[in-house]
């Protein structure tokens, strides 16, 4: 079977946190950078793997070619309004997204990874940056892929 060219896959971000009033501030959430996995040769089963730093990797019979956009997603974490400055306490990632190309195949994101990660207490992040696992099938159509995922960040 000849080895299939998968285009840069861009996804767009729907970050679903609610807003939730404290002394007056607001809770702001911001996506300034989208998930792109770059250009890659589905040539057998594997995954791509975008780590929150932007780093890229191959495994299996996965080929990651030059060109196209590789990034990890960002996020920027702001306030609004008077008062107390608010804490960011925890992230929540999703466990999958599923990304649909335009002649209707699908992929999944998995194993979404994030800096920072988890629970923290009292920090003033600013920056959340979000990685994830892209599987690719052994006979993936080629193909650009888009699709979303959702952020869950916690304040008090």
């Known amino acids: 079977m000849p080895a299939k060219k998968i285009q840069a896959l861009l996804l767009p971000l729907l970050l679903l946190a609610l ?14 950078r989208t998930l792109a996995l770059g250009r890659f040769v589905a040539a057998g089963g594997g995954t791509v793997v975008v780590s929150p730093a932007g780093v890229r990797s191959g495994n299996g019979a996965v080929v990651l070619l030059s060109g196209g956009t590789v990034s990890s997603a960002a996020f920027t974490l702001s306030e609004s309004g008077t008062g107390e400055s608010l804490a960011w306490t925890s992230i929540a990632l999703p466990a999958s997204a599923t990304l649909t190309g335009s002649d209707g195949a699908s992929m999944t994101l998995t194993n979404f990874t994030s ?8 920090s003033t992040l600013t920056v959340l940056s979000v990685g994830a696992t892209l599987n690719v099938a052994a006979n993936q159509r080629a193909g ?3 699709g979303t995922f959702a952020v869950t960040v916690d304040y008090q």
Do not use: E, L, R
């Open 19 to 32: 807003p939730v009033q404290t002394a007056n501030k607001v809770g702001v959430i911001t996506p300034t």
């Open 115 to 122: 800096t920072p990660s988890g629970s923290f207490a009292g």
């Open 144 to 146: 650009s892929y888009s």
